[in-house]
């Protein structure tokens, strides 16, 4: 049967057992690299996270803008107005042209285009989008 035995030895009179002032120069450098990629990663997230946000917004203004403009005047129609959270928004319906085969009066159908501007810290970012709507027949 084996015994084993454990000893303790010391190293050389006058050297600690410690870390040396350049290894926890060196120890706190990395750290505070580590933790400055750190905050740029969260930092980046943060503004992504707000421009899509802002996107999103953008995007369902214009949807709604489309949904609210369904049914527009035969002679077509231009609106714009502006938020209150500084989203600028175009709305322009024209007449659609159709072929000369085609049973439905000129202005049945409305090529409607949505736009949206909005000031994103400097840039300036749009979402169009395009649809086709009924037109009505205008009364007065």
Same mark, same amino acid.
Do not use: C, H
């Given at each position: 049967?084996?015994?084993? !035995?454990?000893?303790?030895?010391?190293?050389?009179?006058? $050297?600690?057992?410690?870390? =040396? /002032?350049?290894?926890?120069?060196?120890?706190?450098?990395?750290?505070?690299? =580590?933790?400055?990629?750190?905050?740029?990663?969260?930092?980046?997230?943060? $503004?992504?996270?707000?421009?899509?946000?802002?996107?999103?917004?953008? !995007?369902?203004?214009?949807? =709604?803008?489309?949904?609210?403009?369904?049914?527009?005047?035969?002679?077509? /129609?231009?609106?714009?107005?502006?938020?209150?959270?500084?989203? @600028?928004?175009?709305?322009?319906?024209?007449?659609?042209?159709?072929?000369?085969?085609?049973?439905l009066e000129e202005g049945a159908l409305q090529r409607v285009?949505?736009? !949206?501007?909005? @000031? @994103?810290?400097?840039?300036?970012?749009e979402v169009v989008l395009h649809s086709v709507v009924a037109?009505?027949? @205008?009364?007065?």
């Open positions: 049967m084996e015994t084993f !035995v454990l000893s303790l030895t010391r190293s050389a009179p006058g $050297r600690s057992l410690g870390f =040396s /002032l350049l290894e926890m120069v060196v120890a706190v450098a990395i750290l505070g690299m =580590s933790l400055g990629a750190l905050y740029q990663a969260a930092g980046g997230a943060t $503004r992504i996270v707000s421009t899509d946000e802002k996107m999103a917004y953008g !995007v369902e203004l214009a949807r =709604s803008l489309i949904a609210d403009n369904a049914v527009v005047p035969g002679a077509g /129609l231009r609106k714009a107005g502006k938020t209150e959270g500084g989203f @600028d928004w175009l709305v322009v319906a024209e007449p659609a042209t159709l072929p000369e085969s085609t049973p285009s949505v736009a !949206v501007k909005w @000031d @994103d810290g400097g840039k300036e970012r037109g009505k027949e @205008d009364t007065q």
